[in-house]
């Protein structure tokens, strides 16, 4: 495409325009095939946006998805303790062990957690990482498309986590390959009232309530949960913490994307991540903390203000970089 050398300020205004919205024609986008509902290994550019996030630079510690070119959406706990100079992200990776010819990594130039993250417990754990030097686009390294303010994920909605997390409780090892699970969104109504009222506008479950068996696990925090909309894949939310791995009243709970669009738009500059919609709400229902909803849609008010603590609940962040073991997809055997 040939440009005049000139350009008019109308000009560099809609270049500036195009050039944010870019990702969208990236966004979300991996290879199809036919997936088993369950904790299965993936395959290679199954899941071209998730990275695996090496805080200490030994082991895997969490997970991660890439946004646009530069830039990593993880959760804000994985980053309370660390050395900037020893974070290592890797792209394209499906195993933690061997080769893997399709993938790279970058270190972090810097880690931006977000600043109200942890009042109450776990409110905003939503971190970014800006990557050393821009990461170039394949079939195995895609950025994926978050859910744009005000988008709904209705309870029950098909949504896929994935990661390196432990396999089941009390498991010392992580796995080799990177897992895959669904689990349905759980709706807000419900995981407050078993969470005993902690679940605030910023957060979003799933899991299999009264059954168990399937969720995120330690090793899976930062990592992503997403849902289908036509052809493209968007993130609805962030793994943070759970009472037990794939408990059957507590829900995981994650860091709900759609909250944090202007907050990460002020960060990312020019080339913004891909902001799609998803709205599913079938009965327009609106979550309170007094009733059981039949959808997820975001509290219109603070739900700082209904936090009530849980003196006999014992929550943990769904990392490995705590010493009290903080969350792996978990499936029924």
Same mark, same amino acid.
Request: hydrophobic share 35%; glycine share 10%; with cysteine.
């Given at each position: 495409?040939?440009?005049?050398?000139?350009?008019?300020?109308?000009?560099?205004?809609?270049? &500036?325009?195009?050039?944010?919205?870019?990702?969208?024609?990236?966004?979300?986008?991996?290879?199809?095939?036919?997936?088993?509902? @369950?904790?299965?290994?993936?395959?290679?550019?199954?899941?071209?946006?998730?990275?695996?996030?090496?805080?200490?630079?030994?082991?895997?510690?969490?997970?991660?998805?890439?946004? #646009?070119?530069?830039?990593?959406?993880?959760?804000?706990?994985?980053?309370?303790?660390?050395?900037?100079?020893?974070?290592?992200? &890797?792209?394209?990776?499906?195993?933690?062990?061997?080769?893997?010819?399709?993938? !790279?990594?970058?270190?972090?130039?810097?880690?931006?957690?977000?600043?109200?993250?942890?009042?109450?417990? &776990?409110?905003?754990?939503?971190?970014?990482?800006?990557?050393?030097?821009?990461?170039?686009?394949?079939?195995?390294?895609?950025?994926?498309?978050?859910?744009?303010?005000?988008?709904?994920?209705?309870?029950? !909605?098909?949504?896929?986590?994935?990661?390196?997390?432990?396999?089941?409780?009390?498991?010392?090892?992580?796995?080799?390959?990177?897992?895959?699970?669904?689990?349905?969104?759980?709706?807000?109504?419900?995981?407050?009232?078993?969470? @005993? @009222?902690?679940?605030?506008?910023?957060?979003?479950?799933?899991?299999?309530?009264?059954?168990?068996?399937?969720?995120?696990?330690?090793?899976?925090?930062?990592?992503?949960?997403?849902?289908?909309?036509?052809?493209?894949?968007?993130?609805? @939310?962030?793994?943070?913490?759970?009472?037990?791995?794939?408990?059957?009243?507590?829900? #995981?709970?994650?860091?709900?994307?759609?909250? &944090?669009?202007?907050?990460?738009?002020?960060?990312?500059?020019?080339?913004?991540?891909?902001?799609?919609?998803?709205?599913?709400?079938?009965?327009?229902?609106?979550?309170? !903390? =007094? #009733?059981?909803? #039949? =959808?997820?849609?975001?509290?219109?008010?603070?739900?700082?203000?209904?936090?009530?603590?849980?003196?006999?609940?014992?929550?943990?962040?769904?990392?490995?970089?705590?010493?009290?073991?903080p969350f792996s997809l978990i499936h029924a055997s």
């Amino acid at each position: 495409m040939k440009f005049n050398s000139a350009l008019s300020a109308a000009g560099v205004t809609l270049l &500036y325009i195009a050039g944010s919205l870019c990702q969208l024609d990236v966004c979300g986008q991996a290879r199809v095939r036919d997936r088993i509902v @369950g904790g299965e290994n993936a395959t290679a550019g199954d899941w071209p946006w998730q990275v695996s996030i090496h805080v200490f630079g030994l082991s895997h510690n969490c997970g991660g998805t890439l946004i #646009t070119k530069d830039w990593v959406l993880s959760a804000a706990h994985c980053f309370q303790s660390f050395v900037l100079s020893r974070v290592v992200i &890797y792209f394209g990776r499906l195993s933690q062990s061997g080769s893997n010819l399709n993938g !790279t990594s970058r270190r972090a130039s810097q880690i931006i957690n977000h600043p109200n993250y942890g009042s109450p417990p &776990y409110n905003n754990d939503i971190a970014l990482i800006q990557l050393s030097s821009s990461v170039n686009f394949s079939d195995y390294i895609r950025p994926v498309c978050l859910a744009a303010a005000g988008s709904v994920f209705s309870g029950g !909605t098909e949504s896929w986590v994935t990661g390196w997390g432990r396999l089941q409780e009390g498991a010392t090892q992580l796995p080799d390959l990177l897992q895959e699970v669904m689990i349905p969104v759980v709706s807000y109504g419900d995981c407050n009232k078993n969470y @005993g @009222g902690a679940i605030t506008s910023n957060m979003i479950c799933a899991g299999l309530l009264n059954v168990g068996g399937k969720g995120a696990c330690q090793g899976d925090s930062g990592g992503p949960m997403v849902s289908r909309n036509g052809s493209l894949w968007i993130q609805s @939310g962030i793994v943070s913490f759970g009472r037990e791995c794939a408990d059957p009243t507590f829900p #995981t709970v994650f860091a709900r994307v759609s909250q &944090y669009q202007d907050w990460i738009k002020s960060y990312t500059g020019s080339n913004q991540p891909g902001f799609v919609e998803f709205n599913n709400d079938i009965q327009q229902s609106t979550p309170t !903390t =007094t #009733t059981t909803p #039949t =959808t997820t849609k975001t509290p219109a008010q603070s739900s700082n203000s209904n936090f009530r603590s849980m003196p006999n609940l014992l929550l943990f962040p769904l990392s490995l970089t705590f010493s009290i073991i903080p969350f792996s997809l978990i499936h029924a055997s």
